[in-house]
């Protein structure tokens, strides 16, 4: 049988190893708190100083043991409840209280003063529901053996704690936290990119509202994934947004299911899915308008939810099994999947509400395995079209072991981490400070100039140099604290005899080996910087040298510190990455992505400031409205692709026409502004006349068919001789380009002087 090209179904084992790799590290360290809880009913009366009684008294009678501080029984419609747990001994840095969620608002007293709060509780302890996040409470010195206190209120149909509880360093939190949601992040991911395929294919292909049904889908579930995924709140800590969008995405995966059904099985059975789709559609409105609206919470909606998909699925499911049989293999793939992914999402719902003991079920593994059975069937069919990628198979697959061995490496280092620690600290601290410096740098090349300052400090007690990229492949030293000259050259790469040096142990060029004296080993890190556009960059390369007789802690040794050193690199890069992304972002913020003119949003900033400097030097000040004569016409009639290569035309030509000082800008469809300071009138219109003849005279090409000549007209106005006032100077070009439309357009019309 012939081999299928697959390139893009090695991306999902790849990135699956790599989750799985970061799965490894678990929660290294953690101490679960699931023995020694007691709960009670109610709450608790207030002294004068606003300390609950209930935390100032034992009273043991009144508590009841309990397994996990969640749905004690007897609730009967209570709303308020206490927890209490003796926190145990352990050793720690910085240890903190870990809890996975609580329903749904949670004071924590210890000691007799209130240590964190979750939620507001007005005057009868009450409180609205605010979100689902983790929480991470910082424990105060000598907490071992003291009783800590959980006030709840729910209105829920759960009430305590929920999931995980256990105390860990707070570093090994976020590190755990990051390491649980890599595999939903990526799945994630992937799922994006299946949508993206899906919505390709249904602009090309006959079945588009099935495959705008899968694109649906996928795009459902990525949100899900990341809105779930505990991650999302180091992005950023809005627990409820991130919980309104888990539930639309949530409550839209049965809408989509339904429709993609429903345009497969086109027989009756068709009628029951198409009222499943709608149905749901009008409660996923409903269970997120109401609730924005403050007319109810929206985790009251989950349980309506849950039974209403149950009923779903099993009628989805009777109609799938009585045609399974009339479906396409592809179809059948990609119908297993969801219900692999239903499945999933019922074991889920199950645990939420309850009926099996609490884990983590993968619902990202069903969704990457529908990824999986799009991305089958998308290669099945068109598979003589990817033979050419076959070559890039061994690629793909080298780097997944080169990361898969670096991934395991970093794990057996996370395992000794906790032995470096004492080490470390002090680096870690001035590691704070200079990323803290970082951030505030206006650029790359300020927060490159400002590490360089900060890394001997770093590297002590190594001697070492730093090189900075010059060219692609040379880097130049700028930097050497500690040994010789003759340690660290001052070129490496490009055209000198001293080669890049790889990221692991380089020996010098050029010193003596075998007999003689033994040749220094230097250790060679990466400074590498994401790109939006260019990817990963290497800026720069750190050099270091142990220096003779250096004295480490024997269950240490060199190699944690270097391991130490190389992530200070990776923050840092990551703090670069940031800088870099804030550079493009603020440039893109100023600029049209058609035409790659400024656009109105930097045109409005930079004429209050004109108007600002010609009102101060009394400088005349110019503006030129432009707008393409007949545009919507010709692109009715062209299509938007010509249309679009008329607006980069007109664009290319005004910036070719005007000077330098002058400020070309896109300022909206095919209208376009010119501002020309220290421009008389009779300048501007001399220009704009130049402009409107040049335009005349070129002809519109579009895939080497001439498409006839396009016109523009002008509108011009100036200060202060058409007007005495900046703010009207934008009013009276607008006005003096309507008349020359009116007048019959490809004319520039100025704006008319005002009588003194």
């Not at 099993?314 to 399974?324: K, S």
């Not at 001697?463 to 880097?475: E, I, L, S, T, W």
């Not at 000198?496 to 033994?518: F, M, N």
């Not at 060199?558 to 550079?583: C, N, P, V, Y």
Request: proline share 5%; with cysteine; charged share 20%.
């Amino acid at each position: 049988m012939e081999r299928r090209p697959g390139l893009l179904i090695w991306f999902l084992p790849a990135w699956l190893l790599l989750c799985l790799s970061a799965q490894a590290y678990g929660h290294t360290g953690a101490q679960a708190l699931d023995q020694g809880w007691e709960y009670r009913w109610g709450d608790s009366p207030f002294t004068a100083d606003g300390v609950p009684e209930w935390v100032l008294e034992d009273a043991p009678e009144q508590w009841h043991a309990i397994d996990f501080p969640s749905n004690p029984p007897g609730r009967d419609g209570r709303r308020h409840a206490w927890f209490r747990i003796t926190l145990p001994e352990g050793e720690w840095q910085a240890p903190v209280l870990y809890i996975y969620s609580v329903d749904i608002i949670v004071q924590v007293w210890f000691r007799g003063q209130k240590l964190y709060q979750y939620g507001h509780f007005d005057a009868e302890g009450q409180g609205a529901f605010e979100g689902w996040p983790w929480h991470a409470i910082e424990l105060p010195a000598g907490y071992e053996n003291e009783p800590i206190y959980f006030r709840v209120y729910s209105n829920y149909t759960d009430i305590g704690l929920w999931g995980e509880v256990a105390i860990l360093d707070k570093p090994d939190l976020i590190l755990n936290i990051l390491n649980t949601s890599m595999e939903s992040l990526v799945i994630a991911g992937v799922s994006i990119l299946i949508a993206l395929i899906s919505l390709v294919f249904a602009a090309t292909q006959t079945d588009r509202r099935g495959f705008a049904s899968i694109a649906l889908f996928a795009l459902a579930s990525a949100v899900m994934l990341v809105a779930e995924s505990q991650a999302s709140l180091l992005i950023a800590y809005q627990p409820l947004m991130w919980d309104y969008l888990a539930a639309g995405s949530y409550y839209l995966i049965p809408v989509a299911m339904a429709l993609l059904l429903e345009q497969w099985l086109r027989q009756p059975g068709s009628r029951l899915l198409n009222w499943i789709w709608k149905l749901h559609l009008v409660f996923l409105c409903g269970a997120l308008g109401l609730p924005l609206a403050g007319w109810l919470d929206l985790s009251s909606t989950f349980p309506v939810f849950d039974g209403l998909f149950l009923v779903s699925l099993l009628l989805m499911g009777v109609v799938a099994i009585r045609h399974y049989r009339s479906l396409s293999r592809e179809q059948q793939v990609i119908l297993v999947a969801y219900g692999l992914y239903a499945g999933l999402l019922v074991a889920d719902m199950a645990v939420a509400h309850g009926v099996v003991p609490w884990e983590r079920i993968p619902v990202s593994w069903g969704a990457l395995a529908f990824s999986v059975a799009v991305v089958s069937v998308s290669i099945r069919q068109y598979s003589r079209a990817h033979k050419d990628l076959a070559a890039l198979n061994l690629s793909l697959e080298r780097q997944v072991a080169e990361r898969t061995a670096r991934a395991e490496a970093l794990a057996l280092r996370e395992q000794d981490r906790a032995r470096q620690l004492l080490l470390e600290s002090h680096k870690a601290r001035k590691l704070a400070d200079v990323i803290s410096d970082l951030q505030d740098c206006k650029g790359v090349t300020q927060g490159l100039d400002a590490l360089v300052r900060s890394l001997p400090a770093l590297c002590q007690p190594m001697r070492g140099a730093f090189y900075r990229r010059v060219a692609p492949d040379r880097f130049e030293r700028v930097s050497r604290w500690g040994g010789a000259d003759a340690d660290f050259p001052d070129i490496l790469g490009g055209d000198t005899p001293v080669p890049l040096p790889t990221e692991s142990e380089w020996a010098v060029p050029g010193r003596a080996t075998g007999d003689g004296p033994s040749r220094p080993v230097v250790h060679c890190f990466w400074l590498n910087v994401e790109s939006a556009s260019a990817g990963s960059v290497t800026e720069g390369i750190l050099l270091v040298q142990p220096e003779p007789g250096l004295e480490t802690p024997q269950a240490v040794g060199l190699s944690q510190t270097l391991a130490s050193l190389q992530q200070f690199l990776d923050k840092i890069g990551i703090t670069l990455s940031g800088i870099l992304l804030r550079e493009d972002l603020a440039r893109f913020s100023y600029e049209d992505a058609l035409t790659g003119l400024r656009n109105r949003r930097y045109f409005d900033e930079l004429f209050h400031h004109e108007s600002a400097v010609a009102q101060r030097s009394g400088h005349a000040l110019s503006l030129l409205m432009v707008d393409i004569d007949h545009f919507k016409s010709f692109n009715d009639t062209y299509g938007h692709e010509a249309g679009d290569q008329v607006l980069r035309l007109v664009a290319s030509l005004l910036r070719e026409q005007f000077r330098e000082s002058d400020t070309v800008c896109r300022y909206g469809g095919e209208e376009f502004v010119v501002m020309m300071p220290r421009a008389s009138l009779g300048e501007a219109l001399d220009k704009a006349e130049a402009l409107r003849g040049s335009i005349a005279r070129v002809p519109v090409m579009d895939k080497g068919v001439d498409l006839g000549r396009i016109t523009i007209s002008v509108g011009v106005a100036t200060w202060p001789e058409s007007t005495e006032v900046f703010a009207s100077l934008l009013r009276e070009s607008d006005a003096a380009l309507y008349r020359a439309k009116s007048e019959g357009r490809n004319r520039v019309v100025a704006a008319a002087v005002p009588e003194l």
